[in-house]
């Protein structure tokens, strides 16, 4: 997938300055991404689960169809070859590709904390978890995100990465309202 995105961002993105081709191809090579074309073509719906998975929604659960959708991307490449798997998987990448290049998808806020805070030289980022609540199959967790040992925000969700990501969102928010100041 990465490969074949690269590829399509180079020819097709000439314009755009290597620093931010890397940012639109992380955009689009990520497991959001994947887990969306696998919701495009109903993928889960042809799963094969455990009782358990099934129980507690494995058919939607953004790792199961991520990953299932990258094993179909390898599948293709092995039935019909690199041209084959470019041309299925720009189609369903297509609008993805688009909207990224146009700065209107996903971010990644986690990398985004970084370029800001590390802007002047390194500093240490550290996310932990502060809490979970919930059952086993349907955990929140809290984390916070940690700026050389000062935390900078946090956030909830059903993964630690989820979680993660809405702490980094939480740190920028705080961060951008500072430099306002």
């Not at 497991?31 to 799963?47: F, K, Q, T």
């Not at 455990?50 to 990258?70: C, K, M, N, P, Y």
């Amino acid at each position: 997938m990465s490969l074949v995105v690269s590829n399509y961002l180079f020819e097709n993105y000439k314009n755009l300055p290597e620093g931010d081709l890397t940012k639109v191809r992380a955009a689009i090579v990520c497991e959001r991404s994947l887990w969306e074309c696998a919701v495009n073509i109903e993928m889960g719906n042809y799963l094969i689960l455990g009782r358990g998975e099934e129980q507690t929604g494995g058919r939607t659960r953004v790792s199961i169809l991520a990953d299932a959708f990258e094993a179909l991307i390898a599948a293709i490449y092995l039935d019909g070859g690199f041209p084959v798997v470019r041309e299925w998987l720009l189609g369903q990448l297509y609008d993805t590709i688009e909207s990224a290049a146009k700065g209107k998808i996903f971010t990644d806020y986690k990398t985004a904390l970084q370029e800001k805070v590390q802007v002047h030289g390194a500093v240490d980022i550290r996310y932990e978890v502060a809490g979970e609540s919930g059952p086993d199959h349907s955990k929140t967790f809290l984390v916070h995100v940690l700026v050389d040992d000062k935390c900078m925000g946090m956030g909830e969700g059903k993964s630690k990465k989820n979680a993660e990501q809405m702490a980094a969102k939480d740190a920028l928010l705080k961060l951008g309202a500072d430099s306002e100041k």
